[in-house]
T-cell receptor, first 111, second 111 residues
Framework: DQQVKQNSPSLSVQEGRISILNCDYTNSMFDYFLWYKKYPAEGPTFLISISSIKDKNEDGRFTVFLNKSAKHLSLHIVPSQPGDSAVYFCAASSGTYKYIFGTGTRLKVLA | SQTIHQWPATLVQPVGSPLSLECTVE??????LYWYRQAAGRGLQLLFY??????ISSEVPQNLSASRPQDRQFILSSKKLLLSDSGFYLCAWSALRGEQYFGPGTRLTVT
């Protein structure tokens, strides 16, 4: 039972354009969401979070949107840079210390 | 600032041998601690988490175990490794219910 899904295993985007990474969840009790970036053979790096009381959170080039009715969140990266090429994970929590992670989307930014 | 250490970085072990992976956190007190595994091409699977010394919660039945002998030390162990234990093991910490911060990971190959 995959409660957090990232249905696109990979995505390619031209440098300077917008990257949109999507994440869907099934548990309506999830109330806190995180996005991580991971390079090969390294630990994930925290990027941005959003609480269910908000529908948008922005930090520099990164913006996360939350649509609670659709149980969907997305990460926008504008403008995309070659250094953004990595695997991106979304994660969700429902009021506990545990997070459920998606399977990741590999982003490739083409120069 | 907080720092998380994991060692070793890579490990090759034969089937049936024991395992001990260590994780330590600096710069914070009473962190929540987590062990995750990332199998090839898969997402992050939560194995264990701990909210205090001696308090371990197991998420997935398996031949692995975890211990927290000190506030900022988290150990992942096995008495006899299986081939299916191969993967990338990640330790993480968080303050209360906040974002989780990951260590550099250990690549385990069971042969």
């Amino acid at each position: 039972d995959q409660q957090v899904k990232q249905n696109s295993p990979s995505l390619s985007v031209q440098e300077g354009r917008i990257s949109i990474l999507n994440c869907d969840y099934t548990n309506s009790m999830f109330d806190y969401f995180l996005w991580y970036k991971k390079y090969p053979a390294e630990g994930p790096t925290f990027l941005i979070s959003i609480s269910s009381i908000k529908d948008k959170n922005e930090d520099g080039r990164f913006t996360v949107f939350l649509n609670k009715s659709a149980k969907h969140l997305s990460l926008h990266i504008v403008p995309s840079q070659p250094g953004d090429s990595a695997v991106y994970f979304c994660a969700a929590s429902s009021g506990t210390y545990k997070y459920i992670f998606g399977t990741g989307t590999r982003l490739k930014v083409l120069a | 600032s907080q720092t998380i250490h994991q060692w070793p970085a890579t490990l090759v072990q034969p089937v049936g041998s024991p395992l001990s992976l260590e994780c330590t956190v600096e710069g914070t007190s009473n962190p929540n601690l987590y062990w995750y595994r990332q199998a090839a091409g898969r997402g992050l699977q939560l194995l264990f988490y701990s909210v205090g010394i001696g308090q371990i919660s197991s998420e997935v039945p398996q031949n692995l175990s975890a211990s927290r002998p000190q506030d900022r030390q988290f150990i992942l162990s096995s008495k006899k490794l299986l081939l299916s234990d191969s993967g990338f093991y990640l330790c993480a910490w968080s303050a209360l219910r906040g974002e989780q911060y990951f260590g550099p990971g250990t690549r385990l190959t069971v042969t």
